[in-house]
């Protein structure tokens, strides 16, 4: 994602890519959106999740007609970035593994 964002000024189809991107994860959050009958909370998390504040900010764009927005409008809908620590998770489940066998 870094690289499409740094070729993305000059690179329609770099910008095509992130926008293609952002689209789909608007897609999926929209039809959980429609299975669950709304929601209170989104979290971003993982490299993308909590590392690009303009991928994050064109999703949630995108979503404000389910209350969400990350601008001066109040949000009808929390947002949140939190750490992953996958890190940990595999440590975990590895030392599980270790006691096993």
């Known amino acids: ?3 499409l964002h740094e070729a993305s000024p000059e690179n329609h189809n770099a910008r095509l890519a992130i926008d293609m991107f952002c689209y789909s994860v ?8 429609a299975v ?6 989104i979290v971003f998390t993982g490299g993308i999740g909590e ?3 303009a ?3 064109s999703i949630c764009a995108g979503l404000s007609w389910a209350g969400v927005s990350l601008g001066p409008a109040p949000s009808k ?3 949140r970035v939190l750490p992953s620590q996958e890190d940990e998770q595999i440590a975990r489940h590895t030392w599980t593994i270790s006691l096993a066998s």
């Open 1 to 3: 994602m870094r690289r």
């Open 55 to 57: 991928v994050r900010g």
């Open 77 to 79: 809908v929390l947002v």
């Open 51 to 53: 590392n690009d504040g």
């Open 26 to 33: 608007r897609k999926q959050i929209a039809a959980m959106i």
């Open 36 to 41: 669950l009958d709304g929601i209170d909370l």
